[in-house]
């Protein structure tokens, strides 16, 4: 009935599910290994890059470039995340908080975010079409971005939290 994740709202999936109100500002960034002078998507025309399958990432990157022939859709992040750290591609291109949570994980100086903020989007929370739950899940998340619960949750994964959030 209701999915947690990193699902970015579009108005494609929308078509599908029902979304929540927005509850996280994402958008897309650059994965590279350390010793890499990649920094942005014009050095990426030609490369090898790893992304998820049917992820706006991917769809991103398919519109983007103009030799895409070395975009590898990927099953999930481990997948590319071991691809990149295998040599097997030259870069990721996803989430912006999954690869910078890799970054500073498992991958910690081996690895480094490049390049801008590609595509802002925001994730929701996806709901069977027609959910009697939507205004009971956007009433919840009102209430822990007012008491406090929600930025104490995102400090803690993602560092401090944006302004205007």
Not at 83 to 92: G, Y
Not at 110 to 126: D, F, M, N, T
Request: hydrophobic fraction near 35%; proline fraction near 5%; charged fraction near 25%.
């Amino acid at each position: 009935d209701i999915a947690i994740a990193g699902i970015t709202i579009t108005e494609e999936r929308g078509e599908i599910v029902d979304f929540s109100d927005p509850y996280y500002d994402s958008g897309l960034r650059i994965l590279v290994r350390t010793n890499s002078d990649m920094g942005e998507m014009s050095d990426l025309e030609g490369k090898k890059i790893g992304s998820k399958i049917g992820s706006t990432s991917y769809d991103y990157l398919m519109k983007t470039l103009d030799d895409d022939d070395g975009v590898t859709p990927y099953p999930g992040s481990a997948d590319m995340y071991m691809a990149l750290m295998s040599r097997a591609v030259d870069a990721v291109f996803y989430d912006a908080p999954n690869v910078g949570y890799f970054a500073s994980t498992k991958g910690k100086g081996k690895v480094k975010v490049v390049g801008p903020l590609y595509e802002g989007q925001q994730y929701g929370i996806a709901l069977k079409k027609g959910s009697q739950w939507v205004g009971p899940v956007n009433e919840a998340l009102a209430e822990i971005k007012k008491d406090g619960t929600y930025k104490t949750i995102y400090e803690k994964w993602f560092g401090p939290m944006p302004e205007d959030n």
